[in-house]
């Protein structure tokens, strides 16, 4: 597959600004954002400026706002790359960094004018979608495919990012557009396999039980992060958990108790409130990296990028970057502890959700008002979930806040994907609706986000709510 060949030139300004700046070996200062696809991007990014020797800074940050382009704008770096964030904030970056080479690699809603020293790639400003067909890792792969061919190997980390967006909406829950581009390069340079089965994390390699209890996407309330209830609800089902002295796998059962533990799962998952259509997320393409240990949490794509999503949330970005830097030691160990409490935290947060009548419907939307009781660092991995599994029951996006420690109010906000294509732009409205209360918000049209004035909640859900009725009666 061949990508649109403007798109590819736009990455051009932006290798050879970065050059200028990596030749005379000064610092890079590059900064991503909290999520999966943030990580993997700012991994990819960090390995570059590692490959050809200039000093860099990366950290991950939850958003970008004035103070934190201060801090940096401190620091006197010779260059500024954005990544994962920055297209939809191009004026505050302008204004905080006028005397320093910015550049932007994102896949967000560009918004306002680019300044003069910002350099953006950014595929939307050619027509590619950059919800579905490539995340910002994708675009930090490219750039670094466009400084040396022999980033190729990085190509794992830009599906991870994709994986981690939620990109996999081909069909079998496969990605598409650029991504499968960025696909057959892996696979061409032996690094990469693919093979449709049940999704679960490890599935050629770990004990069915474990398997299922680490898998977060899907996440099935009950099982995830409980292996425990794993083990007892395939004792119950009549799976053996061994095959002679060995601990099975799943890719060790045959097609008839693969299709008897699917059909248990899927009860169990009704029985637990989930749509019956949302167990179909069970089955889907396993991205298999064949350069990673078996046993490691890095061999499966999903969990990969669960990993990194987890370190990000749990406010260890470090151990994600470590990993993406090739760590297989400490950082890895220290991660998948990380994970476990990330799992736990999930499962604690989607209980108090479901047994204390949290939602509220109102006329277009559904609102989670978790206060201080979800972490605002997960509140949106919590409507992702609430929203994948059709826990809630209509079509209405659900729109989430939780209180942020510098004393904002974090909105998250998630639309079933058949909804999104009825016009819906959640990240115009996040953008306006939070404009309107003195807050900034932006993002795709599935996923959005924005920071609001603490009190200023129930005037923003109203606005909300207003907005996303209007343009679903306009589509
Ligand atoms: O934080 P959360 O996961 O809910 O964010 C959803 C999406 O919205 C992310 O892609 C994030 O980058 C974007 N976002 C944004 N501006 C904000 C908050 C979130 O563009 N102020």
């Given at each position: 597959m061949e990508p649109p060949k403007e798109f590819l030139s736009s990455f051009k300004p932006a290798a050879d600004l970065f050059k200028i700046h990596s030749d005379q070996g000064a610092v890079i200062r590059i900064l991503t954002h909290n999520d999966a696809d943030g990580v993997a991007s700012g991994g990819i990014l960090s390995n570059v400026c590692k490959r050809v020797g200039t000093p860099f800074k990366t950290t991950v940050e939850k958003r970008l706002d004035e103070q934190i382009l201060k801090g940096v704008a401190e620091e006197k770096p010779s260059l500024v790359v954005l990544t994962d964030f920055g297209s939809g904030y191009l004026e505050l970056v302008g204004k905080a960094l006028p005397d320093l080479d910015v550049i932007v690699l994102d896949h967000h809603m560009p918004m306002g004018n680019q300044p003069t020293r910002v350099v953006q790639v950014n595929p939307l400003l050619h027509?590619?979608?950059?919800?579905?067909?490539?995340?910002a890792s994708g675009v930090c792969y490219l750039f670094a495919k466009q400084l040396d061919p022999r980033n190729v190997d990085l190509s794992p980390l830009a599906l991870v990012g994709a994986l981690g967006d939620q990109q996999d909406k081909g069909e079998k829950k496969s990605l598409k557009g650029i991504n499968i581009l960025i696909e057959e390069e892996a696979t061409a340079a032996g690094l990469l396999s693919k093979d449709v089965d049940?999704?679960?994390?490890?599935?050629?390699?770990?004990?069915i039980a474990r398997a299922i209890a680490n898998t977060t996407t899907p996440f099935i309330p009950g099982?995830?992060?409980?292996e425990d209830s794993c083990v007892a609800f395939l004792d119950h089902v009549g799976i053996p958990l061994k095959t002679g002295d060995r601990m099975q796998s799943l890719?060790?059962?045959?097609e008839e108790e693969k299709r008897k533990l699917f059909s248990a799962l899927s009860s169990h998952m009704v029985a637990e409130g989930c749509d019956a259509k949302t167990v179909h997320n069970l089955i889907g393409t396993v991205y298999t990296?064949?350069?990673?240990?078996?046993?490691?949490?890095?061999?499966?794509g999903r969990e990969y990028s669960s990993l990194l999503n987890a370190c990000a949330r749990m406010r260890r970005p470090s151990l994600g970057i470590g990993i993406c830097l090739g760590d297989r030691g400490e950082a890895m160990k220290d991660s998948e502890q990380t994970v476990d409490e990330y799992r736990r935290k999930i499962g604690g947060y989607l209980d108090w959700v479901r047994t204390g009548d949290r939602i509220k419907e109102l006329n277009a939307i559904y609102v989670l008002s978790a206060g201080t009781d979800i972490d605002e660092n997960i509140v949106g991995v919590v409507s992702s979930i609430l929203l994948g599994q059709g826990i809630l029951k209509s079509t209405k996006p659900i729109v989430s806040a939780a209180n942020s420690d510098d004393g904002t109010v974090k909105i998250s906000s998630r639309i079933a994907e058949g909804t999104a294509y009825m016009g819906i732009h959640l990240g115009k409205i996040m953008q306006e609706a939070a404009g309107a209360v003195k807050g900034a918000g932006g993002g795709h049209d599935n996923a959005a986000g924005a920071f609001i004035p603490p009190g200023a909640e129930d005037e923003f859900m109203r606005r909300v709510d207003e907005l996303v009725a209007k343009q679903w009666s306009g589509s």
């Open positions: 027509g590619i979608d950059g919800s579905r067909d490539i995340a049940l999704i679960f994390y490890g599935h050629e390699t770990r004990p099982l995830s992060g409980r890719s060790d059962l045959d990296f064949k350069k990673e240990e078996a046993t490691t949490p890095m061999r499966d």
